[in-house]
Every structure is written in C-alpha cells, then in structure tokens.
C-alpha cells in the first residue's frame, strides 16, 4: 500500500509540473492552427489572441468602411 500511494504522488507531481509548462505552448500551436485555417476561408485577425474567444460568441457584427 505505501509503494501503490509513492506511486500515485509521483504520478501526480509529475502532472501537475509539466502540464503548467506546455500549456501555453499547445495554446500557441492552437491558435496558429486556428489563425491559418481562417485565413485559408479569407477572414483576417488583427488580433490572433481574440480567436479563442471567438468561439464563444454567437453573433458578430462587421463594420466595412
């Protein structure tokens, strides 16, 4: 039982270390992916940051000068 609880603790401290280190990295990647993919449709982003809240929202509205 104590070999089977070191174990967890391990696994969960290796977790909880490397997931706040590639998290900003996968985030990255995401929005690369995503920034690529509309410009592909022909939509540009001044802001590539604001893609990911851009799929929350339900109605946008363009303002063509």
Do not use: E, Y
Request: with cysteine; aromatic share 4%.
């Amino acid at each position: 039982r104590s070999m089977l609880w070191m174990m967890l603790t391990l696994i969960l401290d290796l977790l909880a270390t490397s997931i706040p280190i590639t998290l900003p990295t996968a985030l990255s990647v995401g929005i690369n992916f995503a920034q690529h993919r509309l410009a592909k449709a022909g939509i540009r982003s001044i802001l590539p940051s604001n893609i990911l809240s851009g799929g929350r929202a339900t109605t946008i509205v363009m303002d063509c000068n």
